[in-house]
């Protein structure tokens, strides 16, 4: 495994038609690229994740897992905004000489996957065996996938969608809501806001597990008990958790990214967006995903060419992505071999 960072020497013009300096990222590589370039494997982070896919997707990665080092050269990039080593609203303005804190500028999924472009330059990478990410890792896949359709051979966007929908942007907007009502959020300081984003994660993760997930793991072990019960103690905990690790600029930056998300902007809907798109697709969806249910990624299959779809059994929701790594691993394992034999995909 190896970290790095990528600055990129000129300024970077996002889709808003701001001019940014320094834009800076961080990504982790593991194994060797190979002469003819045949086993780069690119993954896409989630929200608050990092580029080091071994910490938080430990059973897709490793010998003998489907992404092998030992086989294959897997690159992952910490998106703009987070706070893993790239661009990030802790970093000083240039124009000010302060932290950005309020007014870092706003990346669009087409500006992340842009950026991405640049590195791959800086690489030399012509080609790239799959590509996968979930949720909004997936979205700046399918992005990718659009503005270079020949630069996949597989792609696997994984509980993700072609258009950030109405429910998604209003658990994000309620999120935001969340840390504009702590009354630190106005400060500039690294701290500011991050009881609301405990308040925040605690939404989120309504939406990232469902009913079945909660009553599974979250009740009660008497029927004696009043008050302070499990499912309470688990979002405070969950809030708290995360603020030890994230900040409240990042999570309200990339909540606002995720939103952006729509391959049909400027190109004539999602269908003609989705047409483009040149890669073998596996569309993975997860049972009971209430924030990117099954039916949005059976649209990415139906309308990328040649594109399929498959449903990953679970009881935990959206986060099904991140749990279900024999069922996804299969899944992916079947894709690719029948494809490279021949074999017709149903």
Known sequence: MQQELFIHPDPFILESGTIFQNLRLAYTTYGIMNEEQTNIIWIFHALTANSNPHEWWPEMIGEGRVFDPARDFIICVNMPGSCYGSSSPLDVNPATGTPYYHDFPFFTIRDMARSYRLLQKQLGIRKIKIGIGGSTGGQQLLEWAVQDPALFEYIIPLAT????????????????????????????????????????????????????????????????????????????????????????????????????HNLGRGRGGAIKALEQIGAKTLALALEGDLLFPPEEQEFLAAHIPGG????????????????????ISEAIKRFTTRHAEGVAIK
């Open 161 to 260: 969608n072609a258009v950030h929908s109405p429910w998604g942007k209003a658990f994000n907007a309620s999120q935001r809501f969340a840390i504009e009502a702590d009354q630190t959020w106005q400060n500039k300081r690294p701290d500011a806001g991050l009881k609301g984003m405990e308040v925040a994660r605690g939404i989120a993760l309504l939406s990232y597990r469902n009913a079945t997930a909660y009553n599974k793991t979250q009740s009660e072990h008497s029927d004696d008990q009043l008050e302070a019960f499990r499912s309470e103690s688990y979002q405070r905990y969950q809030g708290t958790k995360l603020a030890a690790r994230f900040n409240a600029f990042s999570y309200y930056a990339l909540s606002k990214s995720m939103d952006s």
């Open 308 to 327: 399929i779809e498959k449903l990953i059994r679970s009881d935990y929701g959206h986060d099904g992505f991140l749990l279900e790594f024999e069922q």
